[in-house]
Structure formats: C-alpha cells, structure tokens
C-alpha cells in the first residue's frame, strides 16, 4: 500500500518510513497518536518525518497527531538536575516494594 509513497519520500531512512508507516495506520484507524523524542528542535529530523506522514498538518491542526518534545527533560537528566515528580515518584514505588 505504501509503496508508492516511499518512491516519492526516498530521503527517508528506513527506521523513518516504518514509524512513517507505522503513524499512518494508526491515524487511519483513527487512533490519537504521540510522536515522542528529544529530536524535535532538529527541524531536519521533523521535516524527513512529517513528509511520510499523509496528511500531517491535517492531523495536528485535528489534534490527532501530537509531536512532544522531551529536549527540557533530557537536558535536565544529562545536567543531574531531578525533576520533582519523577523523582518522588521513583521514591513512593521503592518505599511500597520494601
């Protein structure tokens, strides 16, 4: 089915066109789909992405495609920094499995 839409997204590494692939059968079975990575500031990385999505803007303006961005995050975590909730919540399960 999308073979010819590879043909036409050659600059799309192979790992891209199966999350490409894979975005588009869930949108199509209307599934809400989040696109998760500490990528997304690297417009390159987005555009390869969103050009093997069909109808990609369609989908954001719908608000069935969400692009979260986990740069703050990863940046926190390289930098030591903890962040309150996780950092509580890690605590609350070790606490309950003693």
Not at 24 to 46: F, H, R
Not at 72 to 97: K, M, W
């Amino acid at each position: 089915m999308w073979a010819g839409y590879w043909e036409k997204s050659e600059c799309l590494t192979y790992s891209t066109h199966l999350l490409a692939v894979n975005i588009n059968l869930a949108l199509e079975n209307k599934q809400l789909c989040l696109y998760v990575t500490v990528n997304v500031v690297d417009t390159s990385n987005l555009s390869k992405i969103s050009s093997g999505i069909k109808d990609y803007e369609e989908h954001i303006n719908k608000r069935n495609l969400f692009i979260v961005n986990l740069k703050p995050f990863y940046d926190s975590a390289l930098a030591g920094d903890t962040i309150r909730g996780v950092q509580t919540t890690v605590t609350t399960r070790t606490r309950r499995q003693r």
